[in-house]
């Protein structure tokens, strides 16, 4: 039996309960599989739905198609690593899977315009909607699904799932963004990052949840980057070798001696809080675009030359309450999170770099938003 946490059950709507009541199965679980179903339709909300009012979407289908002999050769070529470097890489044909400071991310040989459409259309192919596309500022962001393949697979599921598959629930939602900008060579570096929510229940009775933010899955980041090189032209088994060559999927948590050296730590300058990075100008720009994927933050542009992301924060340790099923029924409303716009300037110090916190104008920002906003990035950049 593979290893399943004890608290996370599939939820069950009320006519679920009735008809399975009385029932009883071992379930098994293959970690390894991905079957997402997206939770909305065009909803761009910042935590998902109440489980009760999730319609049934497409399900994940594994894009496949094989390379041309000639661009697996030309491939084999063009693998180059830079002796003591902290990056290493793996390319075929005109896509690089690279890896630095614990991050990874692909390098392609072609420009944004003429990658937008086969990346949103993987993710369409994958089941999933997006909630945000914006080729202008090369961000694209998944509305959030459901990893059907988590839910138990029983003697009841296998009978009764094809007909109500819409009875069950892991409880936990993902969605995925994307983000898409220009390198040094006129190619384009592919970003991935998961975001994860769970539903908790808040009173004895069970009939209300709220959804609360879940750890951050490297492997799924991985795995969604080795599917996006297979849709761009590399083989099943090219990437599975590429990601290999790297050191296989991130564990969580693991991290080079040179990502060590340079881990972030809250510094006061002029009495501002701020971020102080022990890296140059363009690792720190990659790495806290990542860290603000990944953080709730929304990227409305940016402007690399000045070093300045203009952003849109919910707070993800703010919960969301969302009314119950009886409460739906009669009306009731969701409760809608407050927003606040900020610049995140990334400023070089020569071989190192620091991180401030601006409000919606350039000015100083709110002490108070300005330290937990540097707490929260440098927490992750850790």
Known sequence: MPNVNPTRRPHLTLLGAA????????????????DYKTAGRGNSLEIPPDLTQLPGQSRYTVPGGAVTASGYQAGQAVVARSAGSST???AVADVQFLRQDGERWLRVGRPADQLWGPVRDFWLESGFLLAIDQPNIGLMETDWAENRAKIPQDFIRDTLGKVLDGLYSTG??????????????????IFITHR????????????RTVWQPRARDPGLEAEFLRRMMVRL???QEQSKAMIAANGGAPSGGARSQAASASAARVVNAGGAP???LNEDFDRAWRRVGLALDRTGFTVEDRDRSKGVYFVRYVDPKVQKQEPGLFSKLLGGASQQLPTS???IAVRSQGQSSQVAVLDNTGGPAPAADAQRIIQLLADDLK
């Open 233 to 235: 032209g590399v083989s």
């Open 19 to 34: 008809l399975l009541l009385g029932a009883a199965g071992c379930s098994v679980l293959e970690p390894e599989k991905i």
């Open 196 to 207: 994860g929510m769970e539903e908790v229940y808040t009173n004895l009775q069970r009939d």
């Open 172 to 189: 936990e939602r993902d969605r995925f963004r994307t983000r898409m900008e220009r390198n040094a060579s006129g190619g384009t570096d």
């Open 274 to 276: 701020m971020v102080q």
């Open 341 to 343: 716009k900020y610049q």
């Open 88 to 90: 290493a890489a793996d």
